[in-house]
């Protein structure tokens, strides 16, 4: 009879094993989807916002075009949203979201070992790393980044593959690093609760005004 039951427990445990494993799954997909969408739609927005609005009003107007801006400061635009974006996501406790960054490494490193040598002279590491990885970009001011592929411009090819193989790499290491982070420090609600006080605070001295 206690065989029966353990039997029973053991093929009852199963199920609830897979089921937990494919929720893992989705939350990553769900996390590394999210990494890509941010890359793709508020890393250009908020390369122009800053470009375009933030440093005018700062008084540091940009001379570069958006593209060479956008470019020249991927990094900056890629890494810090993303991390932000972990770090509010942290609070669900998703321990997939912590190898989101897995994905976009492999495949960085993928591109990063199959770059061709420029010659039989040429070092295929250092124009591998130029190629994703180096700044100094010369670009136009008024093309679309659709119209990129049409132009035979090395710097034009060279952006373009940034933002498709390195920014991905960028994001995916901050939101990786803020949920690492969230899970085991609670910063995401630290972080609220300190917000909470400065608004608190400001609105306080506001209404005693």
């Keep these: 009879m206690e065989d029966t039951v353990e039997g029973q427990v053991a093929t009852e445990d199963k199920p609830a094993g897979r089921s937990g494993s494919g929720w893992q799954a989705l939350w ?40 060479q801006f956008l470019f020249s400061h991927l990094f900056e635009f890629s890494f810090f949203p993303a991390f932000l974006l972990g770090l509010i996501n942290s609070r669900f406790k998703h321990k997939a979201a912590q190898f989101v960054w897995l994905v976009p490494t492999v495949i960085l490193a993928y591109k990063f070992g199959t770059f061709p040598a420029p010659s039989v002279f040429g070092s295929q590491l250092s124009a591998a790393f130029h190629q994703y ?44 690093i803020a949920s690492w982070l969230g899970c085991r420090t609670d910063l995401s609600r630290k972080l609220a609760e300190n917000v909470e006080r400065w608004e608190e605070t400001r609105f306080g001295h506001d209404d005693t005004n």
């Design 28 to 67: 990553f997909l769900l996390h590394l989807a999210a990494v890509y969408a941010l890359v793709k739609f508020c890393t250009p927005w908020l390369s122009g916002w800053t470009a375009g609005k933030v440093l005018p009003l700062l008084q540091h107007p940009t001379s570069s075009g958006p593209f």
């Design 133 to 176: 990885f180096a700044g100094g970009f010369l670009l136009p001011g008024s093309w679309a980044l659709s119209d990129m592929r049409d132009f035979g411009s090395p710097d034009m090819l060279r952006g373009l593959a940034q933002i498709e193989f390195t920014a991905p790499f960028y994001a995916g290491v901050g939101y990786s």
